[in-house]
């Protein structure tokens, strides 16, 4: 299982209410179900993921969820998942206010751009940092921005987001000390005001 997936696993609590928003192909989904015995739902745009999703009998949506999310009551879902899928939307601001609104927390995993590596490699290559945590060509990258650790916090301070949890995690683990620069990926937990 990928860290990211346990950790996030860790965070859940036993027979909750997930919606995950850009669930591929809902392997975390199918891991909730059967570890934590949640019920699960998921939104995926990619058509043949979320007929993945569904073989593997899993209720999946197609949509796209920087159209909102108007079929979902306010705080319907205990947790509402974002993992490595703000880097890739348009609309973050408006797809994270849409979470915070459906669930009563709100995941957020997404890749640091200031790890030592990416920075390493742009000040002596000159070049797009390819790796574990971003390993896309700039040319094939479905990435739209890129977010660093310290750049999420002063966000969530601007919009009075609480973060209620924070985990950062290294090629080998979680990292404890120095994350904006050690850690390729950053997974927290918010809930609104």
């Keep these: 299982m990928k860290l990211d997936h346990q950790v996030i696993a860790d965070i859940i609590s036993e027979g909750a ?6 669930c591929g192909e809902g392997d975390l989904l199918a891991y909730l179900r059967h570890s934590k015995k949640a019920q699960v739902q998921g ?19 197609q949509g796209d969820i920087e159209s909102g999310l108007v ?11 974002l993992n490595q899928i703000m ?14 609104r459906v669930g009563r927390r709100v995941i957020i995993g997404f890749p640091n751009f200031a790890h ?8 002596f290559r000159g070049r797009t940092p390819i790796n574990k945590a971003l390993p896309y060509y700039w040319f094939e990258t479905p990435n739209v921005r890129f977010l660093t650790i310290d750049d999420f916090k002063d966000y969530c301070a601007k919009k009075n987001m609480i973060i209620e949890q924070e985990h950062y995690l290294g090629a080998k683990g979680r990292i404890s000390v120095l994350p904006n620069l050690l850690a390729q990926n950053a997974i927290f937990v918010l809930t609104g005001k």
């Design 71 to 81: 079929d979902y009551p306010d705080h319907s879902f205990d947790y509402v998942i």
């Design 87 to 100: 880097q890739e939307i348009k609309k973050a601001d408006f797809v994270l206010q849409e979470a915070l």
């Design 43 to 61: 939104i995926e745009l990619d058509e043949n993921w979320m007929h993945t999703c569904v073989e593997k009998g899993l209720t999946v949506l």
């Design 17 to 22: 209410h997930v919606l995950d928003l850009g």
């Design 116 to 123: 030592i590596t990416a920075r390493l490699t742009l000040f």
